[in-house]
């Protein structure tokens, strides 16, 4: 379901930076019902193997339980495969092709506001930027960590598949060890997205640096500093709509 929610995220990137104001605003409503949507959507693929298509054996080092790989015949086959085009497959296709707009519309703004600068070179000014830039950098920020996220979500199921697509169509052999690897680096997935935040927002560094201060890899004052123009990042925009 994880990625299932991160290519909803990559649609809103989608929306609110390449439409731009011509964009159908996301309601708390509307929000609750996409996501009500996808894990409903994700819990039929995720029972089905409990009703006959496919089943969950222990996998690896019996520790585990997985899809079965290993059987070849096509009701299994099957399974792997739709499963493999629904969630993995379909969703990688959605997320290049926002991403793919969202970096064309990036390249333009960046572009624009070179010119910006320079103009402010010529006419003395300090500095151009309004409200609406600050918040355009803000859209920009939350679609690069939104994007390193997913990246690493593919980075960690890739392997995964690839180990069920060898054993469920005899491509060579599975062994115990590449079985063990390919799961639990997959399954793994679910700590790596508070690395990315931890890396990324300011904020979260602050409150964790304040929870875990032996684990700070930066100065409390260049927290503080960081904190500070996040918080005037977000003022700016939040004045520029009341």
Same mark, same amino acid.
């Given at each position: ?13 989608? /929306? +609110? ?9 996301? %309601? *708390?409503?509307?929000?609750? #019902?996409?996501?009500? !949507? ?85 006419? /003395? +000014? ?9 918040? %355009? *950098?803000?859209?920009?920020? #939350?679609?690069?960590? !939104? ?96």
């Amino acid at each position: 379901g994880s990625i299932l929610t991160m290519t909803l995220i990559a649609l809103d990137r989608y /929306n +609110v930076i390449v439409k731009g104001l011509s964009a159908k605003p996301l %309601t *708390n409503s509307r929000a609750l #019902l996409q996501i009500f !949507a996808i894990w409903t959507y994700n819990t039929i693929w995720s029972i089905a193997p409990m009703f006959g298509w496919n089943r969950y054996v222990p996998e690896g080092n019996m520790t585990a339980c997985g899809l079965d790989y290993l059987t070849q015949n096509w009701n299994n086959r099957s399974y792997v495969l739709a499963y493999s085009i629904g969630i993995y497959f379909l969703p990688l296709f959605i997320i290049i092709y926002c991403y793919f707009f969202i970096v064309r519309v990036s390249n333009l703004i960046l572009n624009f506001k070179f010119n910006m600068r320079a103009q402010a070179r010529k006419m /003395n +000014v300090a500095s151009l930027r309004t409200a609406d830039a600050t918040k %355009t *950098n803000a859209e920009h920020k #939350l679609a690069k960590i !939104a994007l390193a996220t997913i990246s690493l979500w593919f980075f960690a199921w890739t392997p995964y598949l690839i180990v069920n697509y060898v054993g469920i169509f005899q491509l060579g052999t599975v062994t115990p060890l590449n079985s063990i690897w390919s799961s639990l680096f997959a399954k793994a997935n679910s700590v790596y997205n508070p690395i990315v935040y931890a890396i990324s927002h300011p904020k979260y560094r602050a409150a964790l640096f304040k929870k875990f201060p032996s684990l700070a890899c930066v100065t409390p004052a260049i927290l503080d500093d960081d904190t500070t123009s996040a918080v005037s990042g977000t003022t700016a925009v939040t004045e520029d709509h009341t």
